[in-house]
Nanobody
Framework: QVQLVQSGGGLVQAGGSLRLSCGAS????????VGWFRQAPGKEREFVAA????????DYADSVKGRFTISRDNAKNMVYLQMNSLKPEDTAVYYC?????????????????????WGQGTQVTVSS
């Protein structure tokens, strides 16, 4: 089964940018959708973005639309989250995650319980 390792977190000032990376092991990486989630202190984990196996479909939480872009490079076994115009409320631990192969797109978008593999998480802190 695919395993996920994250990198790219850090500290940035409001209005700045960061790119998170999620590297996958496994020969069948291109068969898996990938989602990004985040959890801020004292808050529940929330959906951020998702991308389909072939990158034909993407979706974003309303709070990040127009600012974040999810992408993937299957040749490199990588998924990225480009975060622009960062706000202090974006501060959170960010996780990449992948559902089981073949999970319908609508279930990927509506239920975090469909995600069976998770990265280790990386801290993103946006200062004012």
């Amino acid at each position: 089964q695919v395993q996920l390792v994250q990198s790219g977190g850090g500290l940035v000032q409001a209005g700045g940018s960061l790119r998170l990376s999620c590297g996958a092991s496994g020969r069948a990486f291109s068969w898996y959708a990938v989602g990004w989630f985040r959890q801020a202190p004292g808050k529940e984990r929330e959906f951020v973005a998702a991308i389909s196996p072939s990158a034909g479909k993407t979706d974003y939480a309303d709070s990040v639309k127009g600012r974040f872009t999810i992408s993937r490079d299957n040749a490199k076994n990588m998924v990225y989250l480009q975060m622009n115009s960062l706000k202090p409320e974006d501060t959170a631990v960010y996780y990449c995650a992948s559902p089981s192969q073949g999970t319908p797109w609508n279930q990927i978008l509506t239920s975090e319980y469909q995600y069976t593999v998770w990265g280790q998480g990386t801290q993103v802190t946006v200062s004012s």
